[in-house]
């Protein structure tokens, strides 16, 4: 039965997709419908919200410099590292259709994103040593919140050692 699917006496199975329309074969509707994936792509809405963020956490240019430094780390390296892999034919394409392909280059926009908040975090950024902290607090103390039914937040201790 298998070896009709498998004349050469290979088991492994390679998959390849189907090439993509090229975009001058593609109708209206389809071409369309490409713009708006690429335009609203993950990582294109990434870039503005993190500009986006900065600017409002400080209302100035100085919060727009570290809006567009978490953007480069976040947004902009994942997009270079993509579009590279593409150019070097190591990806199918910007979409990353074969499975197998994606752990590389998650692999490294990850890096990218934990240098920037660390890069953030050493620098100074505004918000983010308080964020941190707060966020480590809440952590220390959920057990005694949920113990509580939210009602004592502020009296959190942990229990004593025995």
């Known amino acids: ?18 090439a993509p329309p090229a975009f ?13 994936s690429d335009v609203l792509a993950p990582a294109n809405l990434v870039v503005v919200l993190l500009l986006l963020v900065g600017w409002r956490g ?16 976040c947004g902009v390296a994942p997009i270079g590292i993509i579009a590279l892999g593409v150019r ?5 394409d910007q979409h990353i259709r074969v499975r197998r392909q994606r752990v590389v280059p998650m ?14 975090h050493v620098l100074g950024a505004p918000g983010t040593s308080s964020r941190w902290s707060s966020r480590c607090s ?15 937040p502020s009296t959190c201790r942990w229990p004593a050692a025995p």
């Open 1 to 18: 039965m298998f070896e009709d699917m498998f004349p050469s006496g290979a088991h492994a199975v390679t998959f390849s997709p189907p």
């Open 24 to 36: 001058a074969d593609c109708t209206p509707r389809q071409k369309a419908a490409r713009v708006l």
């Open 58 to 73: 400080t209302t100035s240019w100085s919060g727009l410099g570290w809006g567009l430094l978490a953007a480069l780390f």
């Open 88 to 92: 070097r034919g190591a990806l199918t």
């Open 107 to 120: 692999a490294l926009s990850l890096v990218s994103v934990v240098a920037g908040i660390t890069l953030l």
């Open 138 to 152: 809440w952590a220390s103390c959920r057990p005694c919140w949920s113990r509580s039914g939210g009602r004592y």
